[in-house]
């Protein structure tokens, strides 16, 4: 079985520079088309270079005292009785929006009310004015007063 | 909590099973073996310590509260369930958040002798930082288990969730295109 460049290629991007590393049944193979063509040799220095720039990435270490945090955060929950705002606020997670999408949902509400309004004022259907408002009383007071 | 001469190292699975009883004590023995652990795949994904931490901790609250949603018959590896826990935690907290400084503005860097020393390693640090965000999510997650945490490759797609050879796949893409970005925004050629 041979490993052309392709293949070598491919195998380097997934099991690494290091053919220690490379799976059992392809190692030999692997090691076998490196040591007779130069072009692997320096393709697998220059994965070496690239895996080497991508160890030099650093992550902050925690608190000394992550574990312990969170050991006695959960006795310290579990004893804590849930509170109003607890329930509101974890409803409020439940319903959580992105910010564009809440954003969207104001606009569309606010647009609602202006054209509710808009066509509240525009219809005017039950407008009433002083005038046919005193008209209306008196008509009422007369008709009351042929009652009596 | 079962700790006599011949347990006294017990297993995440056995841990488990007495944390579904209700042992809080098994409970801190987990923790104290695996925050760490958890920690450092959150940091690498959330790129923030603080975020980091809290997701930790929400993890491992959530697996003392739920306790008795771990089903022992499964037969799954705790780390290997607790990484998918954590991950998901990750990818909520990154839906919530605002994206935050991408490389899209930087300049591709002049070739030329003598420019690398002006950029200083933490500058670099920071753009591989920000090559890796920019990656898909699952390229990421593929080369954080697989690079970054030396999780054995089946492990690794049992967590993302695609089969070995497709983890390969998302992990030959991942490692070319930092390759491309290294040698276009970094100087000195292959890096």
């Known amino acids: 079985m041979t490993m052309d460049l392709k293949e070598f290629k491919k195998n380097v991007l997934a099991h690494g520079s290091d053919l220690g590393n490379w799976p059992e049944q392809i190692r030999e193979t692997g090691q076998k088309a490196l040591d007779g063509a130069a072009e692997l040799r320096a393709l697998l220095a220059d994965a070496e270079r690239f895996e080497g720039v991508l160890k030099t990435r650093r992550y902050e270490e925690p608190g000394e005292d992550l574990a312990e945090r969170i050991i006695s955060a959960s006795v310290k929950k579990e004893k804590a009785p849930s509170t109003r705002n607890g329930f509101f606020s974890e409803l409020l997670q439940e319903f959580w929006l992105p910010k564009p999408a809440l954003t969207a949902v104001f606009v569309s509400l606010f647009f609602a009310l202006i054209i509710g309004f808009t066509v509240g004022f525009l219809n005017s259907s039950g407008y009433v004015s002083a005038e046919q408002d005193e008209t209306n009383l008196q008509n009422l007071l007369y008709y009351e007063g042929e009652v009596l | ?191």
């Open chain 2, 1 to 191: 909590m079962n700790l006599d001469a011949n347990v006294s190292h017990p297993d995440d699975e056995s841990l488990m099973r007495e944390i579904r009883e209700g042992s809080h004590d098994a409970f801190a023995v987990l923790v104290n073996r695996h925050s760490k652990r958890f920690y450092r795949i959150a940091h690498r994904l959330v790129f923030n310590k603080d975020d980091a931490e809290d997701i930790a901790q929400e993890a491992f609250l959530r697996l003392w509260h739920r306790r008795e949603l771990w089903d022992p018959a499964r037969g799954a590896k705790f780390t290997t369930w607790f990484y998918r826990v954590v991950i998901n935690l990750c990818f909520d907290h990154k839906r919530k958040k605002r994206p935050s400084d991408r490389t899209e503005n930087l300049e591709p860097v002049d070739v030329n002798p003598g420019q690398d020393a002006q950029l200083d390693a933490r500058r670099k640090l920071a753009l591989l930082d920000g090559f890796i965000r920019e990656l898909p999510p699952r390229q990421q997650l593929a080369l954080n288990l697989c690079f970054y945490e030396g999780l054995s490759h089946h492990e690794a797609a049992e967590i993302v969730g695609v089969k070995v050879k497709a983890l390969h796949s998302l992990l030959m893409r991942a490692k070319t295109t930092l390759r491309d970005k290294a040698n276009r925004y970094l100087p000195g050629g292959s890096v």
